[in-house]
């Protein structure tokens, strides 16, 4: 078996971070889509959202990159994502287990 160079393993690590995250919005945007047909109205994923929105906050891994993907691709672009995340932040949906919380430089 053979050994990545020091650091390479966690480099791997984060750069799989950012196409992770695109998989879940896009599930985030199916389910979404399907939630709508069913209720004949624009219905978000919002539970889904709210727990990816948490697993980023509560990341160890925790880098500019991530965040910058979430904001510029989706919190920034999609009106739906914006409010929601908002929402979730200020109603406790991802923040409750977050008291204290300070991401890691």
């Not at 727990?51 to 919190?75: I, P």
């Amino acid at each position: 078996m053979e050994h990545s160079p020091p650091g390479q393993a966690g480099h791997l690590h984060l750069v799989a971070q950012v196409p992770a995250l695109d998989l879940l919005m896009q599930i985030v945007a199916a389910e979404s889509r399907w939630l709508s047909a069913q209720d004949k109205s624009h219905t978000v994923a919002n539970e889904l959202l709210a727990r990816v929105m948490r697993t980023l906050l509560e990341s160890r891994n925790w880098n500019d990159q991530l965040l910058g993907a979430f904001l510029d691709k989706y919190a920034n672009t999609h009106d739906d994502v914006r409010f929601y995340t908002f929402r979730n932040l200020a109603y406790g949906a991802v923040a409750a287990d977050l008291v204290g919380f300070v991401p890691v430089a």
